[in-house]
T-cell receptor, first 116, second 115 residues
Framework: NAGVMQNPRHLVRRRGQEARLRCSPM?????VYWYRQLPEEGLKFMVY????????ESGMPKERFSAEFPKEGPSILRIQQVVRGDSAAYFC??????????????FGPGTRLTVT | AQSVTQLDSQVPVFEEAPVELRCNYS??????LFWYVQYPNQGLQLLLK??????LVKGINGFEAEFNKSQTSFHLRKPSVHISDTAEYFC?????????????FGTGTKLQVIP
């Protein structure tokens, strides 16, 4: 069973360009989480999605950032008009559906975004 | 809202010595508690978790942690470390939201095991 896949692993963008980060959850998982890790900081929750639904986006910046998890295909985190402050490692995690929320989140290897 | 404090950013320890990584949290509601490990250029892996019940939790790779509600702490311990334990360790909390976790992570502690 393949783990959580993220691509690309490294992404370099110039200021003003768009960044698209992809996350394929583990097989059978229908919940996806995105986290951002700034240098020398812990991971910060950004958004939680289920298939075709954004459940909690309270950690997402209000502008330029968007996320989706379509019925088919990977989850996408999109950052428009990137700025240097967006340089960070972006991690995706997935988990199976559960009514109590006590299951483990499985993390991908992350995408390291560098904005030049 | 909850927060997590890991006071030690780096902890050097000799191989086969014991280690304790400290974690304190703040929350107005009950929380789930976690320790994750991150090896270089990899994602996070769950070491152990506390949901309820016994306050001493045993995890993978010989690690254990004790939940202390009065001190709002969840320190991670291992009686004898190996070189392979060199990694960054994150303490995390999540309120039981009913169906998902909204995890707040600490800033991490880098454990360096010295041969």
């Amino acid at each position: 069973n393949a783990g959580v896949m993220q691509n690309p692993r490294h992404l370099v963008r110039r200021r003003g360009q768009e960044a698209r980060l992809r996350c394929s959850p583990m097989k059978g998982h229908s919940h996806v989480y995105w986290y951002r890790q700034l240098p020398e900081e812990g991971l910060k929750f950004m958004v939680y999605l289920q298939k075709e639904n954004i459940i909690d986006e309270s950690g997402m910046p209000k502008e330029r950032f968007s996320a989706e998890f379509p019925k088919e295909g990977p989850s996408i985190l999109r950052i428009q008009q990137v700025v240097r402050g967006d340089s960070a490692a972006y991690f995706c995690a997935s988990s199976p559906a559960g009514s109590r929320g006590d299951y483990e989140q499985y993390f991908g290897p992350g995408t390291r975004l560098t904005v030049t | 809202a909850q927060s997590v404090t890991q006071l030690d950013s780096q902890v050097p320890v000799f191989e086969e010595a014991p280690v304790e990584l400290r974690c304190n949290y703040s929350s107005s509601v009950s929380v789930y508690l976690f320790w994750y490990v991150q090896y270089p250029n990899q994602g996070l892996q769950l070491l152990l978790k506390y949901l309820s019940g016994s306050t001493l939790v045993k995890g993978i790779n010989g690690f254990e942690a004790e939940f202390n509600k009065s001190q709002t702490s969840f320190h991670l311990r291992k009686p004898s470390v190996h070189i392979s334990d060199t990694a960054e360790y994150f303490c995390a909390v999540s309120p039981p939201l009913g169906g998902y976790q909204k995890v707040t992570f600490g800033t991490g502690t880098k454990l360096q095991v010295i041969p």
